[in-house]
């Protein structure tokens, strides 16, 4: 799903059905056909429940509209259910790529969540991994080795760091799923990504090694100012139409602030 601008798509989200589970639930300007979809395709086998990644407006997005339109009951992490409860507070870029979900009264996650595919029962138990977002969970299925993976995952090389982001608390969490060993992670940016210790370890050694060319610069004595145009090149078009939310001295800062630092 995505807002699209002049024809073009914005930013694309995955949500995903496992049997009678919705998992995610798009951004606002997808809700009416996010409804549509569920109503149509799922007339045989209906969904029953859906569950939320984690608070942002690309993933909540639909969710109101499937509880009102079609009485699902919604569950979110439990530190994300006040914050839709009262309505999320978006930078105004974010509005503008997304628009704000409306609000809506979510129910806590609690340690497993269940999924009837075709007569089975997949159980999924529910893994914090803030980082991202510090109400962030990814789902856990260990007799098929899915890992629901939200936001965790997205690209093996991010460059840009949101300024309300933790790099190393994100890089625990994903030592903490590779240690659970999944063979496919079913990500909302990225598809399916099989493969997926390999994946994860990739990433987590981007982070590292990036920390540690960081931290060899400012041993010679280089300023912030000029370690991520070295690293990472210049800022790019995320900095400027995000105003500086994410960006490439968000990560340095973040990774020389670690705990390895
Ligand atoms: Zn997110």
Redesign the pocket.
Known sequence: MARSLLGRPLHEVSAYRIGDLLVDSGPPPTARRLVEWCRDATEYSPIARVVLT?H?E??VGGAAALQEALGLPVLAPATAVPILAEGLRMPLYRRVVWSSPARFRALPLGEEVVARVQGDELRFQVIPTPG??FT?VCLWEPSRRWLVS??LYVHPRVKYLRRIEDVWVHVESLRRVRALEPEILIC?HAGLVRDACAAIERKIAWWRGLAEEARALRSKGWRLRRIPRRLLGREGFLFYASFGDFSKRNLVRNLLDGPQA
């Open positions: 984690h942002h690309d993933h991202h977002a962030h939200g936001d909302a």
